[in-house]
C-alpha cells in the first residue's frame, strides 16, 4: 500500500531560517511587541522570513524545487533587523530591515525567476522582507524602539507547511549553503 502521506501533494515554500541564538532575540523583540500591540505572539518554532511561497505542489515536483535550491549562487551576508512594524489593516506585527542589504535581494530575486522558469506559478506581489512576529494584532501609534538583530545567514531552507486547528506546523525538506561572503 503507498504511503499516503508521502503521495499527498504538498504546501511548500523557501524561507531563512534562524539558528537557535537569533530565535532567541526574535523571542524578546516578540515579548516587547505583544506588550505594544496586544495579538497572538508566533510560536518560537515558526519563526522565519520568507523568501518565494510556492503554495501546493504535487510531491513529484519537490525534486523540481531542489534543483532549483541547487543552482542558487548568492554569497552569504548578514541581515540586521532593527525596524517592528504593524499592519493594522491584516492585524499583523514583525521586524524588518531599514535597509535590507542587497545580497537578500539578489537572493529573493533569484529564486523568483529560476522558480518561473521551473514551471512554479508565484505570487505577483513583491518581496517584503519581514519576520512576522504578531497575528491578531491591534494598532499602536508607535512601536517600541528595538535593539538590532545581525542574522548571519549562511543557508536557506525548503519547508513544508501544514494547517490545522492549533495553526501552522514546519517540516525542513532541504537546506542549502549560500556561497562565501563577499
Request: hydrophobic share 50%; proline share 9%.
Amino acid at each position: 500500500m503507498p504511503d499516503e502521506a508521502a503521495a499527498a501533494p504538498a504546501r511548500v515554500f523557501f524561507a531563512l531560517w534562524p539558528d537557535d541564538a537569533i530565535t532567541d532575540k526574535l523571542v524578546r523583540v516578540a515579548t516587547t511587541a505583544h506588550d505594544a500591540f496586544g495579538g497572538r505572539r508566533m510560536r518560537r518554532e515558526t519563526l522565519h522570513l520568507t523568501l518565494a511561497f510556492i503554495g501546493t505542489v504535487a510531491p513529484q515536483r519537490i525534486e523540481a524545487l531542489a534543483a532549483v535550491a541547487a543552482a542558487v549562487r548568492i554569497p552569504a551576508f548578514t541581515l540586521r533587523l532593527d525596524r517592528l512594524r504593524g499592519l493594522p489593516r491584516k492585524h499583523l506585527a514583525w521586524i524588518e530591515s531599514a535597509s535590507p542589504p542587497s545580497a537578500l535581494a539578489a537572493l529573493a530575486t533569484e529564486l523568483h525567476t529560476r522558480l518561473a522558469a521551473a514551471s512554479f506559478p508565484l505570487e505577483a506581489s513583491p518581496f517584503n522582507a519581514h519576520v512576522t512576529l504578531l497575528r491578531n494584532a491591534r494598532n499602536a501609534a508607535t512601536p517600541p524602539p528595538q535593539p538590532p538583530i545581525d542574522w548571519p545567514v549562511r543557508d536557506f531552507v525548503l519547508v513544508q507547511s501544514h494547517l490545522d486547528a492549533a495553526g501552522a506546523s514546519y517540516r525542513c525538506l532541504g537546506r542549502w549553503g549560500l556561497g562565501a561572503a563577499e
